[in-house]
């Protein structure tokens, strides 16, 4: 399947209707395209007895056949075609077969298994004559899509609660239905064919491996549609997927069209559609029920209730397809298309999780470049492990099932199962196992890794997993034809695979034929069979040293050194490896064996290793290897020392045959209580964990409050656990033990904080201070966010807010978008905290933050957990939200920025401090990007700001044409005055919480000179105003004007359409600098907020200039005093009255001579922040940073003779204490930075505005993001 961004007709050229195929992706690009509503809800309507089901020909059938819909394209035919036509008639480009239950499975209730190739090919014919008629009454092309249902049977669940490993259909079974029911519908002529509300991935899989069959041995391909069913709130299939894992399940099929149809209606929908939409380069489809089912069954959401709900996805660019399931009619379809026509189709992400392989259990796993070391755990596999071999032999899948969610609990993320045992039926096995996992949440949640050296068992586990696995493995082992056979067969089930470095010759044991195995497997998985690069994974062989042969010591140095070889030189690839294989010269020696598993590790890891099978929890940590013993290790793995072998045998005799890991040492339970409760946290040891903890809460002299030792020991304890994991010397089962040391010891202490609470309340109560309505410092809504379980680190910061006052709701682990902001809205609350540790945590918080906008919250955000970081949260989450989001590094700081949040004074200075802050590591961090890319200007003009024109209704000015203002009163100006800029000059700048005006007088190193200067100024303001010896002048205009393409025009008259030849043009410069992956903000330019001429709406432009007079006069009396200090106040002062003028003459704008607000009522400070409607940019500044844009405004206001106010040669105006800019009204009108642009503009500018290239690069060379001859 062509990528759904892919614009080339020649893609489409191995389909079987080649125009067809191209002319549906084409169509998705220009507009959102309609599908048909619900077939059975209109078939309810016709109220058909028995009789009316069974028509002539079923007339004696042996079984009842009412309810039976899918029957009534052969004996109802009419009204089949009925339905149809009305649907495409009320707007519907496809019409979907009457085939929901058309499988032979389904068909079994009703003993017509035989009928189903029939029935599918006259339920595609009477669509596709249907869509024929349409198309030849409206001259628009009608599509038929060829359903395909659930079936009433899945693959992941027992229809037994006795025995849950039971299934009542098989894979082959599914396979072999859809085949059949794909053949009828193909060729009864449907343009697509939709596998549809899927409830069960494993099904769906099941049909795309038939069709995916189908397309390559009997027919010519057609479009894929998929369309998935999250079954309540929850956002889970019926199956238990979350939408995520669901689409990286089905995306091998490359889909034309993916998305979510049922169970839903609209507004329970939105937030799985965006998560689909996030998350797939496919075309999203929707097409909800008429709201949730009331009490007898029925929907009550009318077509106006929900085409509304609809309108809001198509206006948030969340949309490709939409139509309607349970419920909807064609009123309902042709509500709908109305409602959708004027919006743009949902845009594709420029960049889709570049650079990672997806998996998926019940929920999505991303293993990007830097992702930290994936554990694959390896304890359920029959030939590494007895016990578990035993477990399986003798049956007990009951116990083998607590192995593989230990290994989950103790931090597998891969969970690798192996059956390869001589006396076992392996495929049997693997099928009884995988299906009992299934039915483990806690298990299946993670991906499997399907693990045999019979491809034929890896066919059974693959047949019995919904998500997306990873196969282990295929080699060259018996040439290419079996290598490309398996690997197609792996990409046909949409699975990883591990690539063995075997080929024809055997084992590679030297770098250079491992790389050139590797390679050459490379090559032929992408170039051959299309397999992502991002899903192989490379195993060089991690094969056993100290053998005692010298051909074996350099093995662990070959596999090292072949990894950094292979990840250099294979981009996208990945590379895993057997840990155990290494040290199997000390079997039976498991403290050394993992002393060398952990410091082989630390160096493969290094080298490139990103995954391996391992038992990671029983890994030491690389610096708690006794020193003896890590020098042997090193000496091994490095083979430094040709007596090491010797070295390390003796070393085990010493220590024991067999010895188990000694006791460690108590010698640290004799250090300070401090020093113990660190050694506890790093080592993970919860033994001591209460009596250490109660030691040092019983030192009140040193502790004098519960929560300090927590603030305290604790949290130093875990920054070193932090530390180490970040360095690689932590691994994850480990991080998670410190954690429950940690967890432990805050639960002792929690009984003594709530008492300490009491104690205080009741005293409050004595003194008559406590106040039941003010008892909390305030409210914070806290959440680990939604995939993503760890949350030791927001437990911690609830436990220290909650000793301080305030009321915390934790919503615990995994929690939805929707969830965190639905409980602050109803719980009032003050701050939201968002929590997680992984990387794809990160993903979801900017997600969180763009919803929170989106919805209208006006709460801080805090962002905190170990892969958070001051730079992601101010370069990727703060410009989605325009609240304050603030980065907390930890337990300890969250208090002090929470109370400043609560604070309304302090809260101003800090977000300022804040925002300047973050705003600097913006630039930093952007201006380090030496590869950035950039969009070609064509492109991101079709990313423009989306307006809904149709429904805008500009306000007309008070009058067109121009104002001028002789002499401004300056007592209006004063109020208005910005002092911070006014400190800036005097180099006086105070230190948070006393930044700002007027708390800068509160500083202690700047406060009382800034006092100082400021009331010296406020007697020279006086002083101006009483002599009259500044003077404000400026001027003011509106015309009727339209955006053509970047550029505004203006007009003298305001008639519509604009026509004719314009006052003047005001030419813009557009974002071209590509945006974070996964961003889908638009790319500005000033022309995005006036209406397009081709809209035909009335729309308006403005502009000012305004300067004081008279600085000048008075700089030279003082300079002929030598009184410099008065030349700079002068200066000073006449700046911040010629901003303020500016800022006072765009209030009276908004509420008096354009009047589109005239009910704003803003203080000062709201003003400078800019919390009001419209803007006012102005030429050489970030939005249009073109000074040449200034003559185009001299010369239509005659700004020079009407103000006196002069362009110099290098366009600075003079007076210097002057201001000018354009004025814009749309509510979605916002500054902007244009950024860098690419040469294709700055000639297309050029070209535009009549300039030589060479001079408008003169003029914009700090924005050209090329080097200029």
Known sequence: MPPASDSGAASWSEYRDPEVAAKIAATLRERIMILDGGMGTMIQGYHLEEDGYRGDEFKDWHKLLKGNNDLLSLTQPSIVYDIHKAYLEAGADFAETNTFSGTRIAQADYGMEELVYRLNKVSAELAKKAADKVTADTGVQRY????????????????????????????????????????????????????????????????LFALSQLFEEEYKPVPIFVSGTIVDRSG?????????????????????????NCALGATEMRPFIEAIGKNTTSYVLCYPNAGLPNALGGYDETPEIMAEHLRVFAKDGLLNLVGGCCGTTPAHIKAIADAVRPFRPRKFPSVLHEGHMLLSGLEPMYVGPHTLFVNIGERCNVAGSRAFSKMIQRGDYEKALSVAKLQVEMGAQVLDI???????????????????????????KVPLCIDSSNFAVIEAGLKCSQGKCIVNSISLKEGEDDFLRKARTVKRYGAAVVVMAFDETGQATDVEHKVKICTRSYNLLVEKVGFNPCDIIFDPNILTIATGMEEHNEYAINFIEATKIIKKTLPGCRVSGGLSNLSFSFRGMERIREAMHSVFLYHAIKAGMDMGIVNAGNLPLYDDISEELLKLCEDLIWNKDPEATEKMLAYAQVHGKGA????????????????????????????????????????????????????????????????????????????????????????????????????????MMAEG??????????????????????????????????????????????????KILKTAVEENADIIGLSGLITPSLDEMIFVAKEMERVGLKLPLLIGGATTSKTHTAVKIAPRYKEPVIHVLDASKSVVVCSALMDEDQKEDLTEDVAEEYEEIREEHYDSLKDRKYLSIEKARSRKLEVDWASYEAVRPSFTGTMVFDDYDLSRLVDYIDWKPFF??????????????????????????????????????????????????????????????????????????????????????????????????????????????????????????????????????????????????????ADRLAEAFAEELHERVRREFWGYSPEEHLDTGDLHRVRYEGIRPAPGYPSQPDHTEKLTMWELADIQSATGI????????????????????????????????????????????????????????????????
Not at 418 to 444: H, Q, S, V, W, Y
Not at 770 to 796: F, Q, R
């Open 236 to 260: 889970r299939t019926l199956s238990g997927q979350t939408s995520e894992a669901f689409v990286i399940s089905v995306s091998q099929a490359e889909p034309m069209c993916l998305g979510l």
């Open 418 to 444: 192996n059956m390869d045992e001589g006396m076992l039926d392996g495929k049997a096995a693997m099928a009884r196992f995988l299906n009992l996992i299934a039915t483990e949440p806690e298990i299946c």
């Open 984 to 1133: 800036d000059v005097w180099q006086l700048r105070g230190k948070y919480p006393n930044r700002g005006y007027p708390k800068i007088f509160k500083d202690e190193t700047v406060g009382e000179e800034a006092k100082k200067v400021f009331n010296e100024a406020q007697a020279m303001l006086r002083k101006i105003q009483e002599e009259k010896l500044l003077t404000a002048r400026g001027l003011l205009g509106f015309w009727p004007a339209c955006s053509v393409g970047d550029d505004v025009q203006v007009f003298q008259e305001d008639s519509l359409p604009r026509e004719g030849i314009p006052l003047a043009t005001f030419y813009g410069l557009r974002q071209q600098a590509e945006k974070e992956p996964g961003v889908t903000d638009p790319y500005l330019c000033l022309s995005d907020c006036v209406a397009p001429r081709e809209a035909r709406v009335r729309d308006y432009c403005g502009l000012f200039a305004v300067s004081v007079f008279g600085a000048e006069e008075m700089c030279r009396k003082f300079k002929a005093e030598f009184d410099d200090y008065n030349v700079i106040m002068v200066k000073a002062l």
């Open 144 to 207: 038929v899509v060829g359903a395909l249902g659930p079936t009433n049977r899945t693959l992941s669940i027992s229809p037994s609660v006795e025995d849950p490993g039971l299934r009542n259909v098989t894979w082959d079974e599914l396979v072999e239905a859809y085949a059949e029911q794909a053949r009828g519908l193909l060729d009864g002529g449907s343009d697509v064919l939709m596998v549809e509300t899927i409830f069960d991935t494993a099904n769906s899989k099941a049909a």
């Open 1206 to 1269: 002069v362009l110099t040669e290098s366009l600075a105006m003079d007076p210097a204490a002057s201001v000018s800019g354009l004025f814009f009204a749309h509510p979605k009108a916002v500054y902007f930075a244009v950024g860098k642009i690419g040469k294709d503009q700055v000639e297309d500018y050029a070209r535009r505005k009549k300039m030589d290239v060479s001079t408008v690069e003169k003029w914009l060379g700090p924005n050209l993001s090329y080097e200029t001859d």
């Open 769 to 818: 201070t406590w106040d039941e309505n003010a008892k909390y410092a305030g409210t914070i809504v806290l959440a680990t966010v939604k995939g993503d379980v760890h949350d030791i680190g927001k437990n911690i910061v609830g436990v220290v807010l909650g000793c301080n006052n305030y009321r915390v709701i934790d919503l615990g682990v995994m929690t939805p978008c929707e």
């Open 660 to 763: 188990k890991k000694e006791q460690e040492s108590e010698e640290w339970r004799s250090r300070s209580v401090e020093e113990r409760l660190e050694h506890s946290l790093v080592k993970g040891i919860d033994k001591y964990a209460v009596e250490d903890t109660e030691e040092a809460r019983s030192n009140s002299e040193r502790y004098p409050r519960p929560l300090n030792v927590i603030e305290g020991p604790l949290m130093k304890g875990m920054s070193i656990v932090g530390d180490l994991f970040g360095a690689g010397k932590m691994f994850l089962p480990q991080v998670i033990k410190s954690a429950r040391v940690m967890k432990k010891a805050v639960a002792h202490l929690i009984p003594f904080m709530e008492e300490e609470k009491a104690s205080m309340k009741e005293q």
